[in-house]
């Protein structure tokens, strides 16, 4: 895989879409930090590491057509990273769009005066910075600049 971080927004976008309850996918430093993130500005419910080894009750475990084979995939042999995706009181996902903004073939940075306002500050970008990563917002009071990894909103 090119980009593990272009992967996990489609994944929580496509997940979302479909009104999917949680989104398991690998885990990795950034992913984590990313996801921490989306938790802390409440755009998703909770985020959980699942150690490995560790079985995990799915969807697919609780249909009657899988066969004892097919069940026991449902235990990792790595860490997982668990997103308990947030929905409005009408079935709507919190996050309308994730947008991937610096790739791996083209980086966009931005200067400390040059940061996003995503929405007219409704929504974030996810910047990374000297400093790890935070949001926009976080950057602008911290006067640091850095690359714009991503737009939530």
């Not at 272009?6 to 398991?24: C, F, H, P, Y």
């Not at 475990?61 to 026991?72: C, I």
């Not at 919190?94 to 500050?121: Q, T």
Request: charged share 30%.
């Amino acid at each position: 895989m090119t980009d593990p971080i272009a992967d996990m927004l489609t994944r929580i976008r496509n997940a979302s879409v479909i009104k999917k309850s949680e989104v398991i996918l690998g885990v990795s430093k950034i992913k984590r930090e990313i996801a921490e993130i989306l938790k802390k500005e409440g755009w998703v419910h909770d985020v959980k590491i699942l150690k490995a080894g560790q079985n995990v009750e799915s969807q697919a475990k609780k249909n009657k057509f899988l066969d004892q084979q097919e069940q026991q995939l449902d235990t990792y042999a790595f860490d997982q990273l668990k997103i308990i995706l947030k929905y409005k009181e009408n079935g709507k996902s919190e996050i309308n769009n994730l947008k991937r903004i610096s790739k791996p073939g083209l980086r966009i940075y931005a200067k400390k005066d040059e940061l996003p306002k995503v929405l007219n500050n409704f929504g974030i970008a996810i910047i990374s910075t000297p400093q790890g990563l935070m949001t926009n917002k976080e950057a602008r009071k911290k006067k640091v600049g850095g690359e714009i990894i991503c737009e939530i909103y």
